[in-house]
């Protein structure tokens, strides 16, 4: 792996993890649901535009379509929504945590519904997983931690472990960028009922909220996205994929950086033990050199 290539999946790891600080910035002054919809009301129609500025077309096969409203319902409105309206009273770093237990719970319901068979070294990353979780768990709940939103978090991640379950293996052809899009004005308007229904179209204007918002929509919305695929094209994606196992360092880092929230000496070693069990399982899914 070339320096360009650990660059650019650092570049990821680091937009990927600070989402939720700057998503926990804008939920302070604007409804959850409505900034999350506005968010991808610009992104999606940025990544449209690009995609068209590329040559892409939207012509999509049934499977693909199928792609697209899974994951603009499960990733975009179910995990980012719920995530969002978990973050009023959830911190960052906890939120993260959750949020990178992903590989972890793909790779755990696939063993469970899908009779996915598992190296020994998969099985061990799982349980210490579980391990680091409960360390963490035990330590905020009994500082407070809100058990609603943590729960909120949990079902979004779920949600998009589902999806990615569902719709692994589907191709987005030569129309990335018009997948992505398509994915987000999904999102956007899967939640704008739900904001209609549910909250108060009430904006409290600030600087930092339109430096977090247009960071949010811009950074891990936009750039991410695109430094991922790139990466993937470079170094496959199961290379790509162990990088996850840094998002737990870099979310805490990151809330612990801007916002000020307080990591415990049981965070530190929760984080740890999570990571480890996320290299884990993403080594043990690496193909050998018989395979390639």
Same mark, same amino acid.
């Given at each position: 792996?070339?320096?360009?290539?650990?660059?650019?999946?650092?570049?990821?790891?680091?937009?990927?993890?600070?989402?939720?600080?700057?998503?926990?910035?804008?939920?302070?002054?604007?409804?959850?649901?409505?900034?999350?919809?506005?968010?991808?009301?610009?992104?999606?129609?940025?990544?449209?535009?690009?995609?068209?500025?590329?040559?892409?077309?939207?012509?999509?096969?049934?499977?693909?379509?199928?792609?697209?409203?899974?994951?603009? @319902?499960?990733?975009?409105?179910?995990?980012?929504?719920?995530?969002?309206?978990?973050?009023?009273?959830?911190?960052?770093?906890?939120?993260?945590?959750?949020?990178?237990?992903?590989?972890?719970?793909?790779?755990? #319901?696939?063993?469970?519904?899908?009779?996915?068979?598992?190296?020994?070294?998969?099985?061990?990353?799982?349980?210490?997983?579980? @391990?680091?979780? +409960?360390?963490?768990?035990?330590?905020? #709940?009994?500082?407070?931690?809100?058990?609603?939103? +943590?729960?909120?978090?949990?079902?979004?991640? #779920?949600?998009?472990?589902?999806?990615? +379950?569902?719709?692994?293996?589907?191709?987005?052809?030569?129309?990335?960028?018009?997948?992505?899009?398509?994915?987000?004005?999904?999102?956007?308007?899967?939640?704008?009922?739900?904001?209609?229904?549910?909250?108060?179209?009430?904006?409290?204007?600030?600087?930092?909220?339109?430096?977090?918002?247009?960071?949010?929509?811009?950074?891990?919305?936009?750039?991410?996205?695109?430094?991922?695929?790139?990466?993937?094209?470079?170094?496959?994606?199961?290379?790509?994929?162990?990088?996850?196992?840094?998002?737990?360092?870099?979310?805490?880092?990151?809330?612990?950086?801007?916002?000020?929230?307080?990591?415990?000496?049981?965070?530190?070693?929760?984080?740890?033990?999570?990571? #480890?069990?996320?290299?884990?399982?993403?080594?043990?899914?690496?193909?050998?050199?018989?395979?390639?």
């Amino acid at each position: 792996m070339d320096w360009r290539a650990v660059a650019l999946g650092l570049f990821f790891v680091a937009a990927w993890s600070s989402a939720f600080t700057s998503a926990r910035i804008v939920v302070a002054d604007a409804p959850a649901f409505l900034a999350l919809c506005v968010r991808f009301l610009i992104s999606g129609a940025i990544a449209l535009a690009i995609g068209w500025a590329m040559g892409q077309r939207i012509r999509l096969s049934r499977r693909q379509w199928v792609g697209v409203a899974v994951f603009g @319902l499960c990733q975009n409105a179910l995990y980012l929504g719920l995530n969002f309206e978990a973050l009023r009273s959830v911190e960052a770093s906890l939120a993260v945590v959750v949020a990178s237990l992903l590989p972890l719970i793909v790779a755990g #319901l696939g063993r469970l519904f899908l009779g996915e068979r598992l190296a020994p070294l998969a099985l061990a990353g799982l349980a210490a997983g579980v @391990l680091g979780v +409960l360390i963490i768990m035990a330590a905020r #709940l009994g500082g407070g931690a809100d058990p609603v939103g +943590l729960a909120l978090c949990f079902a979004g991640v #779920l949600a998009l472990a589902v999806a990615t +379950l569902l719709v692994r293996g589907v191709s987005v052809g030569g129309n990335l960028w018009m997948v992505v899009g398509l994915q987000m004005l999904v999102g956007a308007a899967a939640l704008l009922p739900v904001s209609l229904a549910l909250e108060t179209w009430q904006v409290h204007w600030t600087a930092p909220l339109v430096i977090a918002f247009a960071y949010t929509t811009l950074v891990p919305g936009i750039a991410a996205t695109m430094v991922w695929f790139v990466l993937v094209g470079r170094i496959g994606a199961t290379r790509a994929a162990a990088f996850h196992f840094l998002n737990p360092f870099f979310g805490v880092a990151t809330a612990a950086l801007i916002l000020g929230e307080r990591v415990s000496p049981r965070d530190v070693l929760g984080v740890t033990i999570i990571m #480890l069990g996320i290299l884990a399982v993403q080594i043990a899914r690496a193909p050998g050199p018989s395979s390639r």
